[in-house]
């Protein structure tokens, strides 16, 4: 599965250079290359970390954590270049911004266990 999604974000990658098509990749796949990038950082971190701790780590999985990882935050990149995608950038940032704000609040008034 790793391979398949490895695969087409190299397909996303060169696609997303091109200035005429940045508005329709940012609209139809915005949310769902923050989330794998998201992810894929988070589980390569982790691996990272327990790597140098000395555990055994299955180095492939590793690499091509990092390389999702990587490619979709270069497709990231790209997108947020275009003029076009600005609003949707921001917009996406003002809910993540307020998610944390509400999470932060609800952790916060939560009673100690």
Aim: some cysteine.
């Amino acid at each position: 599965l790793k391979q398949l999604i490895q695969d087409g974000l190299r397909v996303i990658l060169n696609v997303s250079v091109m200035k005429s098509a940045q508005v329709a990749v940012a609209r139809t796949a915005l949310m769902i290359l923050l989330k794998i990038c998201d992810y894929f950082t988070l589980a390569a971190n982790y691996l990272s970390e327990k790597y140098d701790q000395g555990y055994m780590v299955d180095l492939e999985n590793l690499y091509q954590d990092h390389d999702i990882a990587n490619l979709s935050s270069a497709i990231l990149q790209n997108l947020a270049t275009h003029p076009g995608n600005r609003t949707r950038f921001y917009k996406v940032e003002l809910r993540g911004t307020a998610t944390a704000a509400v999470f932060q609040q609800e952790s916060a008034q939560a009673p100690p266990s």
